[in-house]
């Protein structure tokens, strides 16, 4: 019996939440209510994401703090473009440092030409950077994006274009349900749920011109294991086969903020407005006015719809009073409350509120500790869509390269290892900037003469560009100023030769600061 009566409270407390953890109690005032469904990936995102989608997109096109934290992302992720730069081992590769350069010089120059081109594009509208920040933008829109990789026939030979694919267009045919072996336009192994294929539509399913089709692109080829497509989104749970927007947790807040900004604005509006309201007793007006004007005038005034406008004279009807309300605008909580609420979206985005609102009013202290708390997230967000995307796509240019023996790369197609090592390589964007250049130059050179840091790592940091390049270039200028007689007894802004590095060229990058220091802040 005391047993029996034992069984029955431990399964009413684990009914209860009665575990160790707050948290699950569901007999607390505050959690009473709190019930949360426990759906897999594909209950608790597939039937949210076409609205979630169509909400994410209307933000981005009308609500500035949304519109203003996706582009603020964007340009400091892509930039100006991701570029390449190959970075191959000569001794595991078994070849010389002066043929592994050559190499890397001549297969640098012809990925730029074709990524220079439209024609890598299959509309034959971007290059392959533009791509690149479409396809970003896309993914952080949408919740993710499809990247087909054809092979066409242009300027006489077989070519590796881009085919950027919207979310919205992979989707079930014909209004399909959902199954074991088909989720939301990505076909399923029945077995281990891994992704073989995708439905896409030919026509966006928001475009009613005609009836839609819908073809089957398989991930890789079943023969060769190339790559058709290219999925980018955000896994954010085991199992998950479509990825959601990246403002979703935070629509509703930024919903309700543009709704307040907006009232706030009107009243503003309305608050500004002068306007005189001529009022007329009864008795006078039929003194004034014989019928004819009276009728004129009670017409004028019963055609007022009631819309103000700044200057505008009313004439009222007799007996008619304007009684005119004072909002009190501007409002001194708005902003306070604005900011606050902001905060929380850019905790929610990973983005400090200075670089959110691209506002910056404090000490050099804090604005460099959210400049780099932000750069964190862009270089971690940076380096999945280099890998997402820039490395698949140079390794299949470069496989099509070297099967139509315009580069030569031994044992590419014979060794998984030996492949990848010929595809090594950096993808590098727009540096970070600076908030003191005088204070970062002169800790990036202390970083190089400590030995801790080298002038590629310092210049890639700087400014996204490869010390090599600028070495050649600055070679080329310091030559030429010798030539001309035109080179200054000392560079400005370096290191006298007493302080100066054993190193002659650490002064490289940095000399070309000239800058004057700036006024130091408290």
Not at 137 to 156: A, H, Q
Not at 487 to 507: H, T, Y
């Amino acid at each position: 019996m005391f047993q029996g009566r034992v069984r029955f409270e431990a399964t009413a407390a684990v009914g209860r939440g009665m575990g160790g953890y707050i948290g699950a109690r569901r007999d607390r005032a505050a959690t009473a209510e709190w019930n949360p469904g426990g759906g897999s990936p594909q209950v608790d995102i597939s039937p949210d994401l076409p609205m979630l989608r169509d909400r994410s997109r209307d933000q981005m096109r009308n609500a500035p703090v949304a519109l203003g934290a996706l582009t603020t992302d964007v340009l400091h992720v892509v930039g100006t473009g991701l570029s390449y730069t190959p970075a191959i081992d000569a001794k595991r590769l078994g070849i010389s440092e002066e043929r592994a350069q050559e190499w890397m010089e001549d297969t640098k120059w012809r990925f730029k030409a074709w990524a220079d081109s439209p024609d890598c594009d299959y509309r034959r509208q971007l290059d392959f950077y533009s791509q690149v920040e479409l396809a970003y933008r896309s993914w952080k829109e949408s919740g993710d994006c499809f990247v087909l990789t054809p092979m066409l026939k242009r300027n006489g030979e077989d070519m590796l274009v881009l085919q950027l694919v919207e979310a919205d267009r992979v989707c079930n045919p014909r209004g399909q349900q959902d199954s074991d072996k088909l989720q939301d336009g990505v076909v399923l192994d029945p077995e281990t749920g891994t992704p073989t294929a995708i439905h896409v539509s030919k026509n966006h399913p928001g475009d009613w011109r005609g009836t839609n089709e819908w073809t089957e692109v398989q991930l890789r080829g079943k023969d060769t294991d190339r790559r058709n497509v290219l999925h980018l989104m955000d896994v954010l749970r085991p199992g998950q086969v479509r990825g959601v927007p990246w403002i979703a947790p935070i629509i509703e807040p930024l919903k309700q903020l543009q709704k307040w900004s907006d009232a706030e604005l009107n009243a503003a509006v309305v608050t500004s407005i002068f306007a005189i309201f001529m009022e007329m007793d009864a008795e006078a007006f039929g003194d004034l006015y014989d019928d004819t004007a009276a009728s004129k005038l009670v017409n004028s005034a019963e055609k007022w719809s009631g819309k103000m406008e700044s200057g505008k004279a009313v004439n009222l009807l007799p007996g008619e009073k304007a009684n005119m309300v004072t909002p009190g605008r501007p409002n001194p909580e708005f902003d306070p409350f604005w900011n606050a609420t902001v905060r929380q979206i850019g905790m929610a985005l990973g983005m400090p509120h200075e670089v959110l609102t691209m506002h910056f009013q404090s000490s050099y202290t804090a604005a460099r500790g959210a400049l780099l708390m932000a750069w964190r997230g862009f270089s971690q967000r940076r380096e999945k869509l280099a890998k997402l995307m820039c490395q698949p796509v140079l390794e299949l240019w470069l496989a099509n390269e070297v099967s139509a023996g315009r580069i030569s790369c031994p044992g590419f197609f014979a060794d998984r290892t030996i492949r990848a090592a010929w595809c090594a390589s950096m993808w590098t964007g727009d540096g970070p900037g600076s908030v003191d250049p005088v204070k970062e130059i002169t800790a990036a050179e202390k970083r190089v003469a400590m030995g801790v840091s080298t002038l590629q790592a310092e210049s890639i940091a700087y400014d996204g560009q490869d010390f090599e390049a600028k070495h050649r270039q600055r070679a080329k200028e310091v030559a030429m100023q010798k030539r001309d007689g035109t080179a200054p007894a000392a560079m400005p802004g370096s290191v006298p030769a007493a302080a100066a590095p054993s190193d002659p060229g650490n002064g490289d990058d940095t000399d070309l600061e000239t800058q004057p220091p700036q006024r130091q802040k408290k």
